[in-house]
């Protein structure tokens, strides 16, 4: 009898620091994250791309690329995955909140072909350059995003550039 109650005893010490523990999906997530800070990106929470203006959650997560040093005047967002907005080039794609300049399609059609399955959008503004996904891929589709918003952002600080 006193061996079930020093066992349960153990147990109840024992089991809110099994709780404390990591999930494989929360260390994934780590993983991804971790590797994104390193590749120069940030990663902040974000309100979903195509969010009204009295929609104020925070529930996507935005990999992005800051601007270095310019004044990039810019601001749009491209996504998928919602029927909010107006038709695009980019076959599933629909703008929302402005659109880039038609000298820059091409460019953004490479980064949207480069982009991940679970990316839901492609975002310009005043922070930076960045891109809302769901984190499900692996660490080449971190890589996929870095280069893809590197060039991105080349492109947009060039045209900031000239006069």
């Known amino acids: 009898m006193i061996w079930l ?3 349960a005893v153990i147990l109840t010490i024992i089991s809110p620091l099994l709780w404390m523990r990591s999930s494989p999906r929360q260390k994934h997530i780590d993983h991804l994250r971790s590797y994104a800070r390193t590749a120069g990106i940030q990663v902040i929470l974000h309100r979903r791309p195509d969010a009204r203006d009295d929609e104020v959650r925070l529930e996507t997560v935005c990999y992005r690329l800051p601007w270095r ?4 005047a810019d601001h749009w967002v491209i996504h998928r995955y919602s029927q909010r ?3 695009s080039l980019f076959s599933g794609w629909r703008w929302f909140q402005g659109e880039v300049e038609n000298g820059f399609s091409e460019g953004l059609g490479e980064a949207i072909v480069g982009m991940p399955e679970s990316a839901s959008a492609i975002l310009c503004n005043a922070s930076g350059i960045g891109v809302t996904w769901g984190e499900r891929e692996d660490t080449q589709a971190v890589a996929a995003i870095c280069a893809s918003l590197s060039d991105l952002r080349e492109l947009l600080e060039k045209k ?4």
């Open 69 to 72: 040093g310019l004044k990039v």
């Open 5 to 7: 109650l020093i066992a």
């Open 85 to 87: 907005g107006w038709e």
């Open 160 to 163: 900031s550039t000239k006069p």
